[in-house]
């Protein structure tokens, strides 16, 4: 990685990345690797594109001035304290902005043709929540480029119990008030054909109740849709937006999948998901799910099938919409997490 002046950062070949080489067995070199990629993939924002915010401590450097070189702090309301110009407005900036308000502020009158570059010494005014199983869960500060394999670098390794995904919940954006002496706008129900998230589910399926009226005295209510909520974290706000994200192809380089994170995301680490692996096997039982993972490889796990058993005969049971499904498993399909392998006897 080439460093250009004070703050520009050039990225890095992406033919130079490694891949994993998606073995079931290569999961906990994995978790250690995500940690070391933060450094070598490229960011998903350069960091002259963070916006300044309060609890952040801005490094400025004024080129052959002492006095005004140095680190200021962004208080409560935004601004920072900088010598000769007083208070000034820091939050809502990014550090190329706040550059060239602080060149043209020291050339109008006080230095000839200034040189000040401005990076984030401490990010603390953007934050996450970081859930599941991790290490050491709590509260991040996103750093400038705000993505989320540079998020995993500062988590560190995950622990043993993770699952194939990281889940971001990002929650709903306040709902802007209506002008001054304007009505709000009616709720209006979302078409059949939406793609909705459980949360935005609940949202409609009220909105079409009030639509329809109160009911009749007589009518007993219609029973209210269970809370939704992704196992493991216990509400989702109404309207969040929901990314799931496979942590192998996030380690393998894909930018699509090294999302920009906002302040306020949840990060969530699901435990491990099972594949249960039933009938004329050595081992029956659960086992965990890796991503990749072949009906091969689920059966070799429990040892294989029994003298009595018939691999050929096996099928897959899955829940699909809520509903059973059962078919035919051929040995190099892929199993979902979740899915039930069953090995039935040998017709004698």
Known sequence: MKLVGMTRWVRIDPTDRRRHNGSVGG??????????LAAILPTALPAADYEIGPGDVLKVVVLGQAEMTGSFAVDPEGMVVFPVLGKIKASAHTTLDLERKLTTLLADGIFKRPQVTVSVGEYGSQKVFVAGEVQRPGQYALKAD????????DIGPLGAGAGHEVIVVRPPLPAAAPPVGEPALPAVPAPDDAVLFPADAQAAAARAADAEGTPDAGTAPAEAPPPAAIPGLPFVAPGSEIFRVSLLELQSGN????????????????????????GSVARPGPYRFEEGMTVM????????????????????????????????????????PEDTLVVPERFF
């Open 27 to 36: 999961r906990v070199t994995a978790r250690w690797a995500l940690a070391g």
């Open 146 to 153: 705000r993505s989320l394999l540079g998020l995993l670098g």
């Open 255 to 278: 930018p699509e999948r090294n999302i920009a994170l906002k302040a306020g995301d949840t990060v969530f680490f699901p435990r491990a998901s099972q594949v249960y692996v039933m």
């Open 297 to 336: 490889q689920a059966l070799t796990l429990a040892g294989g099938a029994t003298s009595r058993g018939s691999a050929g005969r096996a099928k897959v049971v899955r829940i699909v919409n809520g509903k059973k499904v059962e078919k035919k498993a051929k040995a190099t399909d892929l199993v979902q």
